[in-house]
């Protein structure tokens, strides 16, 4: 059984917002693949942050 890792983001939300002038954009897989590192990314120094500051909540601020 080949177990597949869970994604963090959904593929048809940002094939919806890849426009431009109104028009669809297509998006290849590699893109999806580079934004699902750059959330991690993100989600891992915003949650430092928040430590830092002697929170257990990650905020908006954090980013």
Request: positive net charge.
């Given at each position: 059984m080949?177990?597949?890792?869970?994604?963090?983001i959904v593929k048809s939300q940002v094939r919806e917002h890849a426009k431009f002038d109104g028009k669809d954009?297509?998006?290849?897989?590699e893109?999806?693949?580079?934004?699902e590192e750059k959330v991690k990314n993100l989600i891992g120094d915003a949650s430092k942050r928040a430590k830092l500051n002697s929170r257990n909540t990650v905020m908006a601020r954090d980013l």
């Open positions: 080949i177990k597949m890792a869970k994604s963090m954009l297509s998006v290849s897989e893109f999806y693949s580079a934004l």
